[in-house]
């Protein structure tokens, strides 16, 4: 890339100059889609950010919340108030790294799951749980299954390594994907009212002191690289713009950030990412209304010769810029050194410009003294740098309403096809690779509708009354079927859906951070695409009460093989009292009754039943009170009387039911239709329960409660639908649900 005439005009107007060569490119990276959100920064004021609950919302590198106390978490969110809230709080954030993941599947899982770590550190919090949703083109092409065992295994190396545990996530296939795919990952991290730092630059004349791992050539470009579309031959010509984890000097620098947050020593912070030292730093400053000087041969380096603008902007992983007091520095360094870790005060926060020099290096390798001639690379406002992007206005068109077109195959056929589909098969093949209770607060892990942990500092007596902490609940995902059905319809049906997930586990919802990944902007129907996603997000997560306090925009999802499906992944934290919850499969007990808590719809758009067998149809219809139907849900699993309950959405009730099937306990369902069977409106639960009528009474008529069928104590699914009866052994449904595992084994 290079900067457009427009924008050299805007900074050389600015400037008063032309800019200089390390300017130019910074600008650039700065300035570019990936940093900047130019062209979806004008429709992001559609979310809502604030409650009592946010601490610090959009705008840092993570987010902050308060947990609620005990007792208020057993309440939806809409009825609390600031009293309710503890001085407990939990970063969270979510990245995408989905360009350099095609070019690298392994590097670029793997530092993307460094980069939204080093996130939740540079608020003062120490990560503990990871989520990541996947979207891979179709699972029977040799590339797909290639990026997808690439990306899973740099996920899980580096999860691993650096002990967070990745405990919820999703996979989606999509022929979309094909030429893109989509990796987005979000992690939540630990602190509490005095711990917790910001990205904002407090005082002139602190010095900015750079900790971590020696800066190298790789990654170099990194933030223009995201902002433009894949070409043909990026696996080798964007090989350099891939930076390269290390996930043991990440584990290093993890403890070392704690060490120095124990020691009150950090004033602010910024870790770095896209556009590196240049990006962290200037940004840094700007958000205080400040400037910096910094001299870039101070940066430690691994490589000889780098040069200002490698320096400024190499994308090298496992490193932090912290803000520290003068008097303080000495002991950084200590610490530093302590956890084996580079360390290089770089220079200081002023009130003028962000300004960067460099001295050349003596013949001989040594660096001339500070007295010597200096030559000034960048000198430019740090707000103009971080801040003075235009946004651009671009046209779109309103995406159409699909035609009613319903596929003609046997009810046998439908059901193999959905049960037996990657993107609703089981994804223990993925999950079985992390591991997912290292830091011991997992009490339910992945394969539920959502992860639990616990937050045991919210009992009071947390050996003995376990049940008096708060249970930590996070889903994450989306679902490009609906999408590209509905833009704004599927976008409102994914908010729903990540609630319900976390009512399933009788948790109610505290906040949520949004992925929003789409194709070239530039395509009038692609951002039309774009837009709705936002609009339909947005209006969901306000039905629901839960502020978006973050997020990430990765626009440039284009390739060859065309525009990504508007992905709009959204990750959900909810709360709830204790940590134990109902599981998904069914008792086999002789006393129990099972029935389906919310309401469907008669429409069959983005369901996988027409994916697998063809035909199209209307998005379904969605509750018009989402706050008060996930409610209820959440009320329904938090009853004693409940054994089992399992969110409804991909596959409908027959991969739903089929999911809740073991070797001693099964069921035996009639339905009225095809539609009935397979469609995914969102926000209804199936609950195995000792006490129907206490389910009834939770609900009153908030929503409908209907018995699809009988549970039985023999490993069988029966579906009877319209005439036709399809019965289906544990065994077999395990066996074609076990598609990724059998495929990739």
Same mark, same amino acid.
Not at 91 to 111: K, L, M, Q, R
Not at 327 to 348: H, N, P, W, Y
Not at 416 to 435: F, G, L, N
């Given at each position: 890339?290079?900067?457009?005439?427009?924008?050299?005009?805007?900074?050389?107007?600015?400037?008063?100059?032309?800019?200089?060569?390390?300017?130019?490119?910074?600008?650039?990276?700065?300035?570019?889609?990936?940093?900047?959100?130019?062209?979806?920064?004008?429709?992001?004021?559609?979310?809502?950010?604030?409650?009592?609950?946010?601490?610090?919302?959009?705008?840092? @590198?993570?987010?902050?919340?308060?947990?609620?106390?005990?007792?208020?978490?057993?309440?939806?969110?809409?009825?609390?108030?600031?009293?309710?809230?503890?001085?407990?709080?939990?970063?969270? $954030?979510?990245?995408?790294?989905?360009?350099?993941?095609?070019?690298?599947?392994?590097?670029?899982?793997?530092?993307?799951?460094? #980069?939204?770590?080093?996130?939740?550190?540079?608020?003062?919090?120490?990560?503990?749980?990871?989520?990541?949703?996947?979207?891979?083109?179709?699972?029977?092409?040799?590339?797909?299954?290639?990026?997808?065992?690439?990306?899973?295994?740099?996920?899980?190396?580096?999860?691993?390594?650096?002990?967070?545990?990745?405990?919820?996530?999703? !996979?989606?296939?999509?022929?979309?994907?094909? #030429?893109?795919?989509?990796?987005?990952?979000?992690?939540?991290?630990?602190?509490?009212?005095?711990?917790? !730092?910001?990205?904002?630059?407090?005082?002139?004349?602190?010095?900015?002191?750079?900790?971590?791992?020696?800066?190298?050539?790789?990654?170099?470009?990194?933030?223009?690289?995201?902002?433009?579309?894949?070409?043909? @031959?990026?696996?080798?010509?964007?090989?350099?713009?891939?930076?390269?984890?290390?996930?043991?000097?990440?584990?290093?620098?993890?403890?070392?950030?704690?060490?120095?947050?124990?020691?009150?020593?950090?004033?602010?912070?910024?870790?770095?990412?896209?556009?590196?030292?240049?990006?962290?730093?200037?940004?840094?400053?700007?958000?205080?209304?400040?400037?910096?000087?910094?001299?870039?041969?101070? !940066?430690?380096?691994?490589?000889?010769?780098?040069?200002?603008?490698?320096?400024?902007?190499?994308?090298?992983?496992?490193?932090?810029?912290?803000?520290?007091?003068?008097?303080?520095?000495?002991?950084?360094?200590?610490?530093?050194?302590?956890?084996?870790?580079?360390?290089?005060?770089?220079?200081?926060?002023?009130?003028?410009?962000?300004?960067?020099?460099?001295?050349?290096?003596?013949?001989?390798?040594?660096?001339?003294?500070?007295?010597?001639?200096?030559?000034?690379?960048?000198?430019?406002?740090?707000?103009?740098?971080?801040?003075?992007?235009?946004?651009?206005?671009?046209?779109?068109?309103?995406?159409?309403?699909?035609?009613?077109?319903?596929?003609?195959?046997?009810?046998?056929?439908?059901?193999?096809?959905?049960?037996?589909?990657?993107?609703?098969?089981?994804?223990?093949?993925?999950?079985?690779?992390?591991?997912?209770?290292?830091?011991?607060?997992?009490?339910?892990?992945?394969?539920?509708?959502?992860?639990?942990?616990?937050?045991?500092?919210?009992?009071?007596?947390?050996?003995?009354?376990?049940?008096?902490?708060?249970?930590?609940?996070?889903?994450?995902?989306?679902?490009?079927?609906?999408?590209?059905?509905?833009?704004?319809?599927?976008?409102?049906?994914?908010?729903?859906?990540?609630?319900?997930?976390?009512?399933?586990?009788?948790?109610?919802?505290?906040?949520?951070?949004?992925?929003?990944?789409?194709?070239?902007?530039?395509?009038?129907?692609?951002?039309?695409?774009?837009?709705?996603?936002?609009?339909?997000?947005?209006?969901?997560?306000?039905?629901?009460?839960?502020?978006?306090?973050?997020?990430?925009?990765?626009?440039?999802?284009?390739?060859?093989?065309?525009?990504?499906?508007?992905?709009?992944?959204?990750?959900?934290?909810?709360?709830?009292?204790?940590? @134990?919850?109902?599981?998904?499969?069914?008792? $086999?007990?002789?006393?129990?009754?099972?029935?389906?808590?919310?309401?469907?719809? @008669?429409?069959?758009?983005?369901?996988?039943?027409?994916?697998?067998?063809? #035909?199209?149809?209307?998005?379904?219809?969605?509750?018009?009170?989402?706050?008060?139907?996930?409610?209820?849900?959440?009320?329904?699993?938090?009853?004693?009387?409940?054994?089992?309950?399992?969110?409804?959405?991909?596959?409908?009730?027959?991969?739903?039911?089929?999911?809740?099937?073991?070797?001693?306990?099964?069921?035996?369902?009639?339905?009225?239709?095809?539609?009935?069977?397979?469609?995914?409106?969102?926000?209804?639960?199936?609950?195995?329960?000792?006490?129907?009528?206490?389910?009834?009474?939770?609900?009153?008529?908030?929503?409908?409660?209907?018995?699809?069928?009988?549970?039985?104590?023999?490993?069988?699914?029966?579906?009877?639908?319209?005439?036709?009866?399809?019965?289906?052994?544990?065994?077999?449904?395990?066996?074609?649900?076990?598609?990724?595992?059998?495929?990739?084994?």
């Amino acid at each position: 890339m290079s900067l457009s005439d427009s924008d050299h005009e805007r900074i050389t107007a600015e400037l008063g100059r032309e800019p200089t060569p390390v300017e130019a490119a910074l600008f650039e990276n700065l300035w570019s889609e990936h940093c900047a959100y130019r062209s979806s920064r004008p429709l992001l004021g559609a979310f809502e950010s604030e409650g009592p609950q946010v601490v610090v919302g959009p705008g840092d @590198d993570a987010a902050v919340v308060a947990v609620p106390s005990p007792e208020a978490a057993t309440r939806p969110p809409g009825e609390r108030s600031e009293d309710d809230y503890t001085d407990t709080y939990l970063t969270f $954030g979510i990245e995408s790294h989905n360009h350099p993941s095609y070019v690298d599947p392994f590097d670029g899982a793997a530092t993307g799951v460094g #980069g939204i770590v080093r996130d939740t550190m540079s608020m003062g919090a120490y990560p503990i749980a990871l989520a990541d949703s996947l979207y891979f083109g179709s699972f029977d092409r040799d590339h797909s299954r290639y990026l997808f065992e690439g990306v899973v295994e740099g996920i899980s190396h580096y999860g691993n390594c650096i002990g967070v545990p990745t405990v919820a996530g999703s !996979v989606d296939f999509h022929e979309g994907y094909e #030429g893109n795919p989509l990796v987005n990952v979000a992690c939540v991290g630990l602190t509490d009212a005095d711990r917790y !730092v910001t990205a904002e630059a407090q005082q002139p004349g602190n010095a900015l002191v750079l900790v971590g791992n020696a800066t190298g050539r790789d990654g170099l470009g990194g933030a223009s690289f995201a902002s433009e579309d894949l070409g043909e @031959d990026a696996e080798t010509e964007d090989r350099p713009a891939v930076q390269v984890g290390d996930p043991y000097a990440e584990k290093r620098l993890i403890e070392c950030n704690e060490a120095l947050l124990d020691a009150e020593l950090v004033v602010s912070a910024r870790d770095l990412g896209a556009a590196g030292l240049g990006g962290a730093s200037s940004e840094l400053v700007a958000k205080g209304g400040l400037g910096a000087h910094i001299q870039l041969e101070r !940066v430690h380096q691994r490589e000889p010769n780098m040069r200002p603008l490698e320096i400024l902007l190499a994308e090298s992983q496992e490193r932090m810029c912290y803000e520290v007091r003068p008097e303080d520095v000495d002991r950084v360094r200590e610490l530093a050194e302590r956890f084996d870790l580079g360390c290089s005060v770089i220079g200081e926060v002023t009130e003028g410009n962000y300004v960067c020099t460099f001295a050349e290096s003596e013949e001989g390798g040594e660096r001339q003294g500070d007295d010597a001639e200096r030559e000034t690379v960048v000198d430019a406002p740090a707000e103009f740098l971080a801040d003075g992007a235009p946004m651009n206005d671009l046209p779109m068109t309103e995406p159409e309403t699909p035609s009613r077109e319903l596929p003609d195959v046997s009810l046998e056929t439908a059901v193999d096809e959905v049960v037996s589909s990657p993107t609703t098969a089981s994804k223990r093949w993925v999950y079985r690779q992390y591991d997912h209770e290292v830091g011991v607060r997992t009490a339910v892990g992945p394969g539920a509708d959502a992860a639990v942990l616990a937050l045991r500092e919210l009992a009071p007596e947390p050996d003995e009354n376990a049940g008096d902490g708060v249970g930590l609940a996070i889903t994450a995902g989306a679902n490009p079927n609906w999408t590209s059905t509905a833009p704004y319809d599927g976008a409102r049906a994914v908010a729903i859906e990540n609630a319900a997930n976390l009512a399933a586990v009788g948790a109610r919802p505290l906040a949520a951070v949004d992925c929003l990944n789409g194709g070239n902007p530039e395509k009038p129907d692609v951002y039309g695409a774009f837009g709705a996603v936002v609009d339909g997000l947005a209006d969901a997560c306000a039905g629901l009460d839960v502020p978006v306090v973050g997020g990430n925009v990765s626009l440039y999802n284009d390739s060859a093989a065309g525009p990504v499906p508007p992905t709009p992944t959204l990750a959900m934290i909810g709360t709830k009292r204790g940590y @134990d919850a109902p599981g998904i499969e069914l008792s $086999g007990r002789p006393d129990t009754e099972l029935l389906v808590v919310g309401k469907g719809s @008669d429409r069959l758009g983005g369901a996988e039943y027409l994916v697998r067998c063809g #035909g199209s149809d209307r998005f379904p219809a969605l509750p018009a009170d989402p706050a008060d139907a996930v409610e209820a849900l959440a009320t329904v699993a938090s009853l004693e009387s409940t054994v089992a309950a399992h969110d409804v959405s991909h596959g409908g009730l027959v991969v739903t039911l089929a999911e809740m099937v073991t070797d001693e306990a099964g069921v035996d369902v009639s339905l009225p239709d095809r539609t009935a069977a397979f469609e995914e409106a969102p926000g209804r639960l199936v609950v195995e329960t000792t006490d129907p009528d206490a389910v009834r009474g939770a609900v009153g008529d908030t929503v409908p409660v209907e018995s699809p069928g009988e549970p039985t104590d023999v490993g069988r699914f029966s579906l009877s639908v319209d005439g036709e009866t399809v019965t289906l052994s544990a065994v077999e449904i395990a066996t074609k649900r076990a598609v990724i595992e059998r495929e990739l084994s």
